[in-house]
């Protein structure tokens, strides 16, 4: 008989612990799906609100298109946007062409469709329009401007071009507009900045207050990558819902569907060779050259 009650009582636990089961894991079906979460970087510097309320109309589209939770999630210089992209954090990025190159050969995003912007950017080195300097030499043993790193036109671009030269050292400028500042003032003798950006932030200036010192090569513009963490299925969904969206919404958020995504190979190859000199580029005097 005791045999048979202990029989009966694991038997009755087993039919408790499954109902408990059913309970939690199936019921009636609602909550047992998390909704997708997806958060959006940008590099925004200094545009202020105007400029992020256009990325908010797109983050509200995608988070009714994919039922789905949305963040925006802007950054104001590349240094922190290049940590984003190596630790995966963002799932999608409206990248410049350089912040690009990196997110695909160091964390393996996906570049979906190609961001708005000039096809053939280019690199200037900016000086006073006073300025002695008429070549790229004669900037040896001067202070110079670049962007952070992690820029293709503000830093990858004009270390390239400056190699083989000694400066007296080299400022970072958090913005396009800080490099026009330095040079303006005579902090630096030089800033390297987009060309795109120098005719936009030269406005806030005297007419004729610079000159174009030196133009690099043309790289590709940036591109809307995806995250190697979002799912496949998911990414699907996320490409139609783009390729979908109102002509206004897109042009809001500066990228084209239905695009082919730029080929960012010879960048990337550009960043590669520009790599050793980077642990220099803080020495003063900066040494910008290889052993």
Request: overall charge negative.
């Amino acid at each position: 008989m005791s045999q048979l009650r202990r029989f009966f009582k694991l038997c009755l636990v087993g039919l408790l612990a499954g109902l408990l089961l059913q309970a939690i894991g199936c019921g009636d079906g609602t909550g047992s799906e998390q909704p997708m979460r997806l958060t959006i970087g940008l590099v925004s510097y200094d545009d202020g609100a105007s400029s992020l309320e256009k990325y908010e109309r797109f983050q509200t589209y995608l988070a009714e298109q994919l039922k789905a939770v949305v963040e925006l999630e802007p950054v104001f210089n590349e240094i922190r946007a290049v940590e984003q992209v190596r630790a995966a954090n963002w799932s999608l990025v409206f990248a410049p062409s350089g912040l690009a190159a990196i997110a695909i050969a160091e964390a393996n995003y996906l570049p979906i469709f190609p961001t708005l912007g000039t096809p053939n950017q280019k690199s200037v080195l900016v000086v006073r329009d006073d300025s002695p300097f008429q070549t790229l030499g004669d900037l040896a043993n001067e202070a110079i401007a670049l962007g952070e790193a992690g820029s293709a036109t503000g830093y990858y671009l004009p270390l390239y071009d400056l190699y083989g030269l000694t400066l007296e050292k080299i400022e970072f400028a958090s913005t396009p507009a800080t490099a026009l500042e330095w040079v303006a003032d005579g902090r630096v003798a030089a800033g390297a900045l987009s060309e795109d950006d120098f005719q936009q932030y030269r406005r806030g200036f005297e007419d004729g207050a610079f000159r174009i010192l030196h133009a690099s090569r043309a790289v590709p513009p940036g591109a809307v990558l995806i995250s190697p963490q979002v799912d496949r299925n998911q990414q699907q969904y996320i490409e139609q819902a783009m390729q979908n969206a109102p002509s206004a919404l897109t042009a809001d958020a500066g990228y084209i569907p239905n695009a082919t995504p730029p080929d960012l190979s010879q960048l990337i190859a550009l960043v590669e060779k520009v790599r050793p000199l980077e642990a220099r580029v803080k020495e003063q005097p900066a040494v910008l050259t290889i052993e």
